[in-house]
């Protein structure tokens, strides 16, 4: 499975950015898919995740109420719409698939490069 990330960029402080990623190959066994995080000088962190069948999700309380995760399975595309951003949303994103039962980031198999988003204040 290779995904394809996009839509990261800089943006003001209350802004929206959408990113997008794409997956190619064999996502038959694929059972969730999601973003994680990682700021500079700061651990990984999970951002959401979406069920491909049924669509349950979860995010990190950093971003409920903001982002909202939803994909189209026909495209094969998991998107992130994020609003309201601010500063400690900077950091780049990485999306990621799994074939796992679990619903978190030890059910994810793989993973794309990140996309950078810059949120200036």
């Known amino acids: 499975v290779q995904l394809q990330a996009s839509g990261g960029g800089l943006v003001q402080a209350g802004g929206s950015l959408r990113l997008s990623c794409a997956a190619s190959g064999n996502i038959f066994s694929i059972n969730a898919m999601g973003w994680y995080r990682q700021a500079p000088g700061k651990e990984r962190e999970l951002v959401a995740l979406i069920r491909r069948s049924g669509g349950t999700t979860i995010y990190a309380d950093s971003v409920k109420g903001r982002f909202t995760i939803s994909r189209d399975n026909a495209k094969n595309t998991v998107y992130l719409q994020m609003a309201s951003l601010n500063s400690e949303d900077t950091a780049v994103y990485y999306c990621?698939?799994?074939?796992?039962?679990?619903?978190?980031?030890?059910?994810?198999?793989?993973w794309g490069k990140g996309t950078q988003v810059t949120v200036s204040s």
């Open positions: 990621m698939y799994g074939s796992r039962a679990v619903l978190g980031m030890n059910g994810m198999d793989y």
